[in-house]
């Protein structure tokens, strides 16, 4: 079943409800006061089934000026408008009110329907045919049928019908593989279900029992139960009108407005890039301009600033501007919008929203080219990791774009990007973690340089120096992609760094070798060996760390070095007493140590799992 969104635009009394209710049979005024007064004050809905395979959601919005604010809720979400425009007075404010707002929503498809035809006679009919082709020229609805009918005998509707299903196939079809969401537009409780909201699915699909976040505010709901057009479904999909049963929240909490969407993806913004188009008929729109915004089934206050040196945006004219929203709404890249004066509150404007920027804190001169660029560009995703310092996770693009991870993944294929997949699937800039390689190669340089007998630099004074804002991972990523440094545990060198000692120091650092490994078991005080090395301290404490960093030299303790190979024979030795039990006075026998060493060195063979302490005796192992 194929699903398309009609609505109905035009002047108050110009026949809106009664034109649905002639097509559907369904009466959209549901209120009480609208039957009294005979006008409608809020959304109305109806279906039709024009084929076995078409079925269309009709929404009827109030034509009374006083009501535009409810009208701009239902008209957002269709595919298709009904321009209604009464036979018997012709083009009237609202119709030019509702018209404008259908052209900046960039609506892409309508027919003009001259309603009350049995009310005029052909000559009348005639000339209102006219003026209307005339009122509609130049917009999206020049050259589009023009059909006359009476909602009272009938006449057209047979052809209306025949024109929206001809229409229809023209329609593009909605992204049900795109993410959820669902503007509310409607709120109540129903004894024994709870909460409802109604409303036209906009993007993506929504299921019983599946978890959902209303958006804002983020409050996670599961859904109790779908209908559509007041048959129980299973699923609502993008173009189809649903009213939601929802558990974990009241009806209260999900005023219209809300979204319902996906869980922890979206946030809602209140600073967004547009593209705003002025109309012909607005005065001129000064910096800081409060103006009331509307998109989807959201209004909120908002504050218009312009971002080149101009000083207004000129009637007619159109201008990249940053729009500040007194409260977040959320939106995404794409989505159009309404603007309204704030007194007296009539549409002034409206425009598209090209780029989210709550996180973006940059000049205004920046700002319109960064928004500018933004909207000509089809690679949002290499647009903004461009524009990162430490690239973006998948679930970030996906969020700042709307678009899908399919989507993300295909625009992430461009050379100069790369995507990794540990520990989280994530977009980098090439030439950005190229150069960070560059500037780490170049840090550590420096430190051999001023350090020529330390191995290298700790990781851990290179990240807190370069990368102390990025993400965690991210520091060990520039290495694994420098490979002109080798990392060896917390420290990090150049490949082609080696050790190069001057004349006294490679003669100090033989002779304490040559002392420790002289010594064998009976060591001197590394003090004594440090004193006598013919170099000041600080170098001769570098010295020892050499040797011992190339295992040249084992500590056992605090004060007790031994050469290697008086360790690897002390090894040696006790391996040919496996499985023996002896104590310290034995150990003393077998070595020829006194306790001074025996002791610590009994202690480094119980860490290394060589020995085995049980009370005061020990096991070979």
């Known amino acids: 079943m194929r699903h398309i969104v009609i609505g109905t635009a035009g002047h108050i009394d110009h026949g809106k409800t009664a034109l649905v209710r002639a ?13 009294r007064r005979g006008i409608s004050i809020d959304l109305g809905f109806a279906h039709l089934d024009l084929k076995p395979d078409l079925r269309a959601a009709f929404v009827d919005v109030p034509g009374h ?7 701009l809720a239902g008209v957002s979400g269709i595919d298709m408008v009904l321009l209604v425009i009464g036979a018997d007075e012709s083009i009237k404010p609202q119709t030019r009110e509702h018209f404008d707002i259908a052209r900046l929503l960039g609506i ?15 000559d009348i009919l005639e000339l209102v045919e006219l003026e209307a082709s005339e009122f509609v020229s130049g917009s999206f609805l020049e050259g589009a049928p023009v059909v006359a009918v009476s909602a009272v005998t009938g006449e057209g509707l047979g052809k209306l019908k025949a024109l929206i299903i001809e229409m229809a196939a023209r329609v593009d079809a909605r992204g049900v593989q795109s993410h959820l969401r669902l503007p509310v537009d409607r709120a109540f409780a129903m004894r024994g279900f709870g909460a409802v909201v109604t409303g036209t699915v906009a993007s993506g699909s929504i299921s019983v029992e599946q978890e959902v976040a209303a958006q804002p505010g983020g409050l996670k709901l599961r859904v109790r139960g779908i209908q559509v057009h007041g048959r129980a479904e299973k699923r609502a999909t993008a173009g189809q009108r649903a009213a939601v049963n929802l558990t974990g929240a009241e009806c209260e909490h999900l005023p219209r407005g809300t979204v319902l969407t996906v869980p922890d993806l979206f946030e809602p913004v209140a600073r967004i890039g547009c593209r705003l188009d002025l109309l012909a008929s607005a005065k001129p729109l000064k910096h800081r301009s409060p103006v009331h915004f509307h998109s989807g089934t959201s209004e909120v206050e908002a504050e218009v600033r312009l971002l080149d040196d101009s000083e207004t945006v000129r009637p007619g004219s159109s201008a990249h501007v940053l729009i500040v929203l007194k409260e977040p709404v959320l939106l995404l890249p794409g989505d159009r919008f309404i603007i309204r004066m704030f007194s007296p509150v009539i549409t002034i404007g409206g425009g598209q929203v090209i780029d989210l920027l709550d ?11 960064r928004i500018s660029a933004l909207e000509k560009t089809t690679d949002r995703v290499g647009f903004l990791v461009r524009r990162t310092e430490w690239g973006a996770s998948i679930r970030e693009l996906m969020a700042s774009t709307g678009l899908t991870e399919a989507e993300v993944n295909r625009q992430a294929k461009d050379p100069e990007l790369l995507l990794i997949e540990e520990p989280q699937r994530r977009v980098l800039y090439r030439p950005s973690l190229g150069a960070h390689a560059t500037k780490v190669n170049e840090l550590v340089a420096a430190f051999h340089k001023a350090h020529p007998l330390q191995p290298g630099i700790s990781k851990e004074e290179l990240r807190s120096r370069e990368f102390a804002e990025a993400p965690a991972f991210y520091f060990d990523l520039v290495l694994k992609h420098s490979p002109g440094l080798v990392a060896e545990g917390e420290t990090v060198r150049l490949a082609s760094h080696k050790l190069h000692f001057k004349q006294d120091e490679a003669a100090a650092l033989s002779k304490m070798e040559a002392l420790f490994e002289q010594a064998g078991l009976a060591v001197p005080a590394t003090a004594d060996v440090l004193a006598g090395s013919g170099v000041e301290p600080a170098r001769a404490r570098t010295l020892l760390q050499i040797l011992l960093r190339e295992g040249r030299l084992t500590r056992v303790s605090q004060d007790l070095v031994f050469h ?21 006075p034995e150990f003393k026998d077998w070595t020829g140590i006194s306790r001074k060493y025996a002791i610590p060195l009994l202690e480094f063979l119980d860490r290394e799992r060589i020995t085995r302490r049980e009370g005061d005796a020990r096991v070979v192992l």
């Not at 097509?23 to 039957?35: A, S, V, Y």
């Not at 892409?108 to 006679?121: C, E, P, S, Y």
Request: charged content about 35%; overall charge positive; cysteine-free.
């Open 564 to 584: 290697r190979t008086a360790v690897e024979k002390l090894k040696t030795l006790m391996a040919a007493r496996r499985g023996q039990r002896f104590a310290v």
């Open 359 to 369: 996180n973006v804190l940059l000049r205004r001169a920046a700002l319109l080219d």
């Open 23 to 35: 097509l559907t049979g369904i009466d959209t005024d549901r209120l009480e006061e609208e039957k």
């Open 108 to 122: 892409r498809h309508g027919i003009v329907v001259l309603t009350k035809a049995d009310l005029v006679d052909q």
């Open 65 to 71: 000026e006083r009501f535009v604010r409810n009208m």
